[in-house]
Structures are given as C-alpha cells and as structure tokens.
C-alpha cells in the first residue's frame, strides 16, 4: 500500500498559516566586524582593552537583528507536563510553527528572545516538520519565571 500525498502539501499549509498566523518575531545577535577603536589579542580573539567603549571589550561588534516572520501559535499552560515513560516533560509555555527557511535553525540557535503577543519568550528547542521534504519548523518556547504576568 502506496501512501501518496497532495503535491500542493505546503501551499495548503501555508494558506492556513496566512489565515490564522500571528507575527513573531527573533530577536538575534550575529558578530560583525573587527572593533576598529582597539586591537584584538589573537589568542583568545577577545579585545586587549576590557574598557573599550565601542565593543565593550568582545573585540568585534555585535548586531543586534530581527527576523519576523507568520506563525501557527499553540499556548499552553505555565507547568504543563506531559507524562512519558522516561518521566515528566515539560511542554513549555508556547510551541510556534512557521515556514522552513535554510536560514532559520541559525537564527534560532542565536537568537536572544521571541517576542510572541507581546510577550518574551526563550528558546528550547524545535523541530524540523514536513511530508516528503522540510516545509515547516515548530519551535518550542517558553517564559521566564521572573517576567511571567
């Protein structure tokens, strides 16, 4: 028995991520360039004046960035836990589904915080999600104890 899927699989998902999407957005720290103000000690790649006042001693200056892209969001509720034979797992506070992008898992994995509804969320971990190939990527998020309303 052949399982086959529709052809226009993605087209359809991202249809209903257009309808019932919200904006999300990544805020992410890459490494630019070299500080030009001081000079870089070559073995630890860190700035030979800690005071410096343009890289604050990192020896290159970092952009801060935002990637905002159209998601799927799920709330859950703070302490949810779902019950596997290995133990209890925590399922986070908001799980957010959006379209694969090469890019994406980078700026992820760099990323400082989501802002979802207005609200700050960290990055645990996603998962990469599709038929036949990558089309979607669900991340799971959750908040921090000290900013939760």
Known sequence: MNITFPSDTKEIIDKIRTVIGRN????????GAVCTTCDVDPITGRSFNPFCPVCSGLGYIENY??????????????GDSYNSPSGDIDTGNCVVTMEYVETLPAIIDTSDYFLVDDIKLYYIEYDLRGVQEINRIAIKLQQSPREQR
Not at 24 to 31: E, K, L, N, P
Not at 65 to 78: C, K, P
């Open 24 to 31: 999300v957005d990544i805020h992410y720290t890459t490494s």
């Open 65 to 78: 960035l935002t990637y905002s892209g159209l998601a799927h969001v799920r709330w859950t509720n703070v």
